[in-house]
């Protein structure tokens, strides 16, 4: 579904905007502080409550956000906005950074590199963080935070040390790597693409160059925001961000520099080879034109002497000379060898 | 009309400046609060007094604004400046956000896309918002407020409990939302432009492109500025916007953001379709060339030794060979054949 | 003269540099208030220190400012600093506000365009506004400001009520009104080479285009350093300028945007016209190529047949048959057929 | 010398990075107030703590800094900070304002256009101002400082009443005018660059197009940090300059802004005078190609139509045709004519 | 290994990112103060302790990231932060400069132009800097040092009489150095480049300007960030940093802008060297196909005219005139002529 289906609908109407599906939605929950660390699968609703209320730090994750009901369900639950359930549903968001009362909300882009379609995959995600619990909602089955479940695993993390802040900072740090992941591979597609402009032209598609461009851009819509976004959760005076957070949000605020960098370079890299492409291929094809056409000029003066020999004029006298013959084959050459000589010495050949 | 036509007038004055109307000018308005929503269409000017006292929230929508007495006797009756009547009336005022005594000022352009004409249909719309009567001024009948007004006749919509900044939003917000529904219709006319170029580029027609940029950029020229006044309205200390809507504009704003991101997208696609478009149709060109060009190549050295053995001269011995004529073909043949060879080695062929 | 022959001038030597004018220099001056208006045409300096202790308000109107010494005696008997003089004279000076102690500086460029020309034509306007007079300074005799001067010389007119900064603002407006005047002209005619370019290429002048830019540059060049001059004006703390004339700088301040944005756009215009025109004419001549290359192609290997019969061989047993003129004529129409099939098939005629 | 030959020296090291000279290098001085003015030719390093000490305002002019040793000498005696005289004698330094304790700083090019070799001449010049003195380091014999030692030498000028700061500025407006000079020159080149490209694009050599644009560039590198230095002059809260002479700050701030203003226009002017040089290039070159190529395409169908007749078949009918030929060159001139007619009809030709 | 080696591991983990290597590890410090200065190589770990605690500045450098336990244990004995040591290794961080408690971080690209393989070296370098030690982390043997070593063991070297912070400034001074020296380098081949364009187009090489295409934007890449780390060191109010350095460190800002100005510049001109490349050899191209083309088309109506008179029709009248042969010369040749006299009226030729 796309944007316009909201037209006319209250403000703060939750509308589920984006491919359709009709998966089931699951929520999976990780409760942990020092000592101990619990994980549920599939969460029913009724023990959310139950959930928020325990000690340490809550992470809910909700997969799905086409039940638009359940997404507001659990927002009542929490206590979470009109508008920022709204945001959550509505995949066309793009990525910012909001202070809330009470919580923290962050929007972001998932983008992966799917190596088989050979297409930028691009999953919205929302953060809820509160002072005691993180919810994250993504669009669908599979994410990238896997490492950072099994750190929570793990007792001795850093993570399990510290508040529902960190975990903000792991889930985006988790997705700001997988930046890296992407970028990588786009990057290989594109320098293998300037490989074969130098070295041989033909084979290179506009059509891939303009697809990476797209992605490019795409990947560029996604992480320019994104560094607003963490700038203004770094710089925002909220107390449920702690001051060691922030030092490490820092870290990932450069990193989306880095990323930023990246594109930039891969941009200017995407229209050199662009450029090249076409200097190239109109230097090739010059080459080409140039060759035949030294080949017809060279052959029509020639062809032109044959052409007055073969006239049927009754009073030809070269035609009854002996060496008429010979010397006309000479004439020939020479008028071809000379305009040879002339074209190389004007270093047109 | 054109914005020359008021040269030389004192400034203040309200002339229309735009396509000349001659429908009666019509005022509705809708008088509610949380318990009674009144409707009224064509309300004489008289009675606006007595709305205006009115306990709740009034809105008047006028519709026309070509007839720039009733304009100014509306200004009037609720104490609006001539300078914004002046903005009132002339449609080529780019949009902006004002902060008067007593009231808001926002001029707006409504844009619709005119799926028969194919073009985007720009109409210039301003909004004064007082403490209690928010009015709109169109110019022509139709507009993008249904959805508000059923949402004001419903009693349980948010709309009804809040005050008249809470109007004000509501109808900016359609406003933008409509921008929402105008913006798709065109990415679709983009895309589809675009998948031609890649396709066969033969049906491609400049003319469409150049239309497409120019309304992406009267498109952008509508909502920068837009963006700015909505920001202003939220950042202004005006008593007349309560905190809650103040949230609301935050997300409006966003809104605004979303649709020049979305047109910026645009405008890089069309770029490169311009650039696609080029390249690929002369490659195409330069393809079709370069067979031409070799096929003449191949046959003028042949034709050339045809003209040699059609001179009359009357020594030629080649003519009275056996094999003469044979052996004329076989080296015709030869030089055509390692001509081709010649190129296809080359890899012009 | 230009510029450079201030060069080793004492700063602040007023020097006009100018085109050279020998036409006499003229003050004209008009001294109101509510209640009369006076009006003086070519009043002599001496009388200029009476009207200046005049009640009311004192515009003067210099017009040449190629009699430097004038000028330099009227900004003595008004106090003005030397610099103020020197930019006065230079009609090279770009528009700029300033704020001298006991007076404002305000440099313009009129802007009208010549219909018979076809070209821009820029004035430089100068105006010093104390607290109860405003000089202009022009450059030649014809201006914009014949609607200011009946506005003045009728009682109930708003500015008549007002003090100098008020007529300072009226004669700004006024220019700025003639810059909107000057804008539609020069759209007109880029809008009629924008239509000239889809329709017929051939007729469109590439010289006027680049006229047009230049045109559009040079425009820019006036605006935009005026909004900045106008919102200099604006906000400094100057208490020549009373808090109900501020309102409407902020109104003069929204035309100059609409003039930018209106230059803009025909930037955008003419760019695009430009691109259009290349692409166009190239594609009009890749069509033409085609085709005439397609000629020449098709009939190149009918003629090689030709010649080939041509030759005199005394064995060509083709000769000899009975229906060989026939046969002939039957492969050359089948060579020439097959090669317009194969093109048709390649989709290149 | 360049730059790098200052690699491992210890910051503050001053090395002379110029063209290599062997000139002796000299001291010029000033010393006046209202009353009296004294002028010195090549006054002896010995000398100066004397006319340091001296009432009134000293002008010191080096002239030549390969003296790196003599430069510094100078600098001990005035309490020049190493890193001041570092700059002083980098000729590659870019333009700046500094505000060193006891004295300002300021870095500026000389530029000046050499008609003979018309390329634009750049020249290095550093001015130390203290509150009695001024120092002005230049690198070679010649300046455009003369008008100032006139001025100087005058009883009466503005500039002797004046303290150090306002000799400063002298010698700054001395070489911003000299900018006005070169700026001309070079903008006189390039508009009849412009007029020779569209009245016969042949004789433009894009050689000097590109010298143009490079001297555009460099005078722009030139120009664009001085206008920050001079703000910086003007805005500073040092006691060496005084609230007058900030206003005539003020004045040169402007004069630089115009000097760029100027650059910006040239820039334009030279983008759009490549632009259509390369347009009308390409027209007429197809042109060319097109009337050419339109005069072999009518040819050769009708030389296949005498190709065919020149065949030696036996039986060819139209050959003993009482009128064949006649009907024959009837059949050729009619394929000529009737292609000439599509060839016009099409506009072609 | 690439930056995505780090998905999923724990923020602050520091990995070793960049080109494999095997060398031992190595540190070599310097202990100094006015008086003495000692110097040691290959210090093993367990002496750190002494030395720390050692009087005087302390200068450690640490030659090789790839051993990470060994970066992470001087982290530890010096107090450096997890996140500092994770962009101490991780070779693709960009120039930034950070304070932490207790130390500034820096982070810096040493770049050398490697004559050998013509390409720009980028080696990845990180300074911590407390108040008494200053640690220095390059990727491998070999640094633009060996100057700052050598004023240290000079006794009367500023460097020795001053703290921490200017050993700091004087490391960062070297590499700036060295920064000059790479681009002279880049800046010679790339005027070269220009020398050739203008000569004789054939010999430049695409790939060579994309390649200075590349390097300038790597260098930018490098240069650019730099500034703002540059730029926060001296404006940051650490105590590290006394005041005389912050003098120090604004000069090298200003080195900084130089050669950011410089590779604006030269990225200018190669912009300019590949659009005249493309006009020069698009001009030379049409200049050969002109001449070829004429020389065809004159021969082509000549050719025409020898095929009319090699037709065998039985009545030709003009075959028999006694000066038929003659005349037909004359009437070839005067096409001929009259063409070419036509073209060059035209100014084709």
Known sequence: MRRSVKT???PGTPVYVGIQRHEAVRIDAMVYDCETCESYVDVPLERLEGLKSHEGVLWLNVIGIHDVDLVRSVGEIFGIHPLTIEDIVNTSQRPKGEDYPGYLFCVMNMLTYDDVARELDLEHLSIVAGRTYVISFQEKEGDVFDAVRSRLSQGKSRLRQMGADHCLYALMDAIIDGYFLAI???GDGIESCEDDVFEHSDSVDLAVIHQYKREVIAFRKSVWPLREAISFLEKSDTPIISGD????????YDHTIQVIDMLEGYRDILGGIHDTYLSLSSNRMNEIMKVLTIIATVFIPMTFVAGVYGM???????????????????VMIAIGVSLVVYFRRKRWI
Chains 1, 2, 3, 4, 5 share one sequence.
């Open 8 to 10: 006319g609908m209250e």
């Open 184 to 186: 990588e591979k786009i």
């Open 245 to 252: 957070t922030r030092m490490y949000l820092r870290d990932l």
């Open 312 to 330: 049927n004029f009754e009073e030809m006298p070269e035609l009854h000379w002996r060496y008429g013959y010979g010397i006309c084959w000479v």
